[in-house]
C-alpha cells in the first residue's frame, strides 16, 4: 500500500461513472476515473467472501474480505436496481445486510430470518429497488464476520443532487485485530459490565490493537487532497464492532448535511461522535492555510487513536503531523441530536401512535429478555409505532432496527430521520417513531456486535392489526 490515496473523481464525474457490471465501483473507498459510458444503469455486480490477507503498514495479516478492505464501494442512482451476486468461499455460511436501506424483508440478508445462510462454494443473488438516496453500508450479518474485513460503503446519489462540492471522500472507521494474534491482550474484553466513570461516554468494553480508517492504521494514513477554496464532501461511516468514535479535522469545521443517509437542515460543528453504524455525511470548505492537517478518530471511552490526513494540494508545506497529535477540535462543539432538524421529516398522522413500545436496555437485554428467549414485538402494516429507550447500563448503545428508517423524537418537533440511535448510558432515553410500511421479520438490535451475539436482540414482526 502506498501513503496516499488516490485522486478523486469530481461530483460530476461521480455522476457519470458506470461499471462493466452497471455499478460504478472503487477498491478501497479510494477516487476514480470518469467513464464515457454513461450514468450507471441496472445491472449486476459480484461479491466473493473468501480469506485474504490486508496489509497494515507492511505488515500483512489473514483476514476474510470481499477482496479489499474495505470492500468495492457500490454506487448507483436513486431508484435503480441493486443487483449483487455473492459467492461464498469462506469456510462457513455467510450473508449480506444492506445497513441502512430498506429492502424487501428477503433480500434483507439475515440468516435464518429474512433467508437461508448462504453456504460455503454456494451463491445467492440480492436483487431490490433503491430509491432513497444516502450513504450506506453493507456487511456480513452471519456471527462477528464484520469484526474481520467483510464489509463496504454503498453510496446511492439522488437523482438532482442539491449540495455543491468540488470533491468527495468516503472514510469507514474502524476497530481491528484480525491477524493481530502475536499482539498481547488483543483479544482481553474489558468487560461489558465494567463500571465506567460517569462521566464516560463508552460504547464497548474489549481490547483492540488498532483502529483503521478505510484499513489503513495511523503509521500509513489515507490522504485526502484538497486544492485551497475547494469544498469538500465526507461521508463518514463508523463500521466497527465494539468502538464508538469521535471525528474531527484540525484546522476546519464541519458542516452536517445528513445523518444516516437522511438530509438534515445545515449546522455546524467541531466533531462528530459516531455509534457503531451511525454514519455522518459532512461539507468541509478547503479554507487554512496550505498544508497537511490531521483528520483525527478518537475511541470514546478508552485508549487508541485513528487517522486520515488532509493534504492542500499544491502547497509549499507538505510536511505531515505526527502520528498522534491530537485536533484541538475533538474536545469542541459535538453534533448532537437535538440540533439535528430534518429536512424530510417522516410523514408520520396526526394524533398519538398506534402501538408503543416502552423497553429497558439493561446490560446486553432489551425489555428484560434476550434473543433468542425472546418474544416478538408484534406490529401490523400502516402502524404509527413508537419505541421509547431507556438504557439503565454503564455502556452506551446505539440500537439500529432494520427495513425502516425512523424520527428521533427532539423538543424540536423535527428530530433527525435515521436507521441507528446511540442511547445514552445510566438512565438516557431515546424515543422514536416509524411507519410500520414494510412487512416482514425485522432485527432490532444493539450494532455492538459482542452484545448483538449476547443476544441484544428482538425481532419486529408483523401481523395482522
Known amino acids: 500500500m502506498t501513503g496516499f490515496a488516490s485522486q478523486p473523481a469530481t461530483r460530476r464525474q461521480f455522476l457519470g461513472l458506470t461499471a462493466a457490471a452497471g455499478l460504478a465501483l472503487v477498491s478501497g473507498c479510494s477516487g476514480r476515473e470518469p467513464s464515457a459510458a454513461g450514468p450507471p444503469t441496472t445491472g449486476g455486480l459480484r461479491l466473493t467472501a473468501a480469506p485474504m490477507r490486508v496489509d497494515l503498514a507492511g505488515h500483512a495479516v489473514p483476514t476474510w474480505g470481499y477482496g479489499t478492505v474495505p470492500g468495492p464501494e457500490i454506487r448507483l442512482r436513486a431508484g435503480e436496481v441493486l443487483r449483487v451476486q455473492l459467492e461464498n468461499e469462506l469456510t462457513e455460511d455467510t450473508t449480506v445486510h444492506w445497513h441502512g436501506l430498506a429492502p424487501p424483508n428477503g433480500m434483507d440478508g439475515v440468516p435464518g430470518i429474512t433467508q437461508d445462510p448462504v453456504a460455503p462454494g454456494e451463491g445467492f443473488t440480492y436483487e431490490f429497488e433503491t430509491p432513497i438516496p444516502g450513504s450506506f453500508m453493507y456487511h456480513a450479518h452471519v456471527g462477528m464476520q464484520l469484526d474481520r474485513g467483510l464489509y463496504g460503503p454503498l453510496v446511492v446519489e439522488p437523482r438532482t443532487e442539491e449540495l455543491s462540492y468540488d470533491r468527495e471522500y468516503t472514510l469507514m472507521l474502524d476497530d481491528w485485530r484480525d491477524g493481530m494474534d502475536d499482539h498481547a491482550g488483543h483479544a ?278
Open 188 to 465: 482481553a474484553p474489558a468487560g461489558d459490565t465494567d463500571p465506567d466513570p460517569a462521566d464516560t461516554v463508552s460504547f464497548g468494553g474489549r481490547a483492540y490493537p488498532l483502529l483503521l480508517v478505510n484499513g489503513r492504521p495511523p503509521e500509513d494514513p489515507a490522504v485526502l487532497e484538497a486544492r485551497a477554496g475547494d469544498r469538500v464532501r465526507l461521508r463518514v461511516m463508523n463500521i466497527a464492532a465494539d468502538t464508538g468514535f469521535r471525528f474531527a479535522i484540525a484546522g476546519h469545521r464541519l458542516t452536517v448535511t445528513h445523518t444516516d443517509g437522511m438530509p438534515v437542515e445545515p449546522t455546524t460543528v467541531d466533531a462528530l461522535r459516531l455509534g457503531m453504524g451511525e454514519r455522518y455525511d459532512v461539507l468541509v470548505d478547503a479554507a487554512a492555510p496550505g498544508g497537511v492537517w490531521q483528520i483525527g478518530v478518537q475511541p470514546e471511552g478508552r485508549g487508541g487513536w485513528g487517522r486520515a490526513l488532509l493534504r492542500y494540494t499544491g502547497s509549499d508545506a507538505s510536511r505531515a503531523p505526527e502520528v498522534g497529535e491530537r485536533p484541538a477540535e475533538l474536545a469542541g462543539q459535538l453534533a448532537v441530536y437535538d440540533d439535528l432538524l430534518a429536512r424530510e421529516p417522516l410523514a408520520l398522522p396526526n394524533g398519538t401512535p398506534d402501538r408503543r413500545y416502552d423497553l429497558v436496555l439493561s446490560g446486553t437485554q432489551i425489555g428484560g429478555q434476550s434473543y433468542p428467549d425472546a418474544d416478538p414485538l408484534p406490529v401490523a402494516e400502516g402502524e404509527w409505532v413508537r419505541f421509547t429507550m431507556r438504557n439503565t447500563s454503564a455502556k452506551w448503545h446505539p440500537m439500529h432496527l432494520h427495513g425502516h428508517h425512523f424520527q428521533v423524537l427532539t423538543a424540536s418537533g423535527r428530530g433527525p430521520v435515521k436507521d441507528t440511535v446511540a442511547v445514552p448510558a445510566r438512565g438516557g432515553e431515546v424515543t422514536f417513531d416509524f411507519l410500520a410500511t414494510n412487512p416482514g421479520r425485522w432485527l432490532f438490535h444493539c450494532h455492538n456486535h459482542h452484545h448483538m451475539e449476547d443476544g441484544m436482540v428482538r425481532l419486529v414482526e408483523y401481523g395482522r392489526r
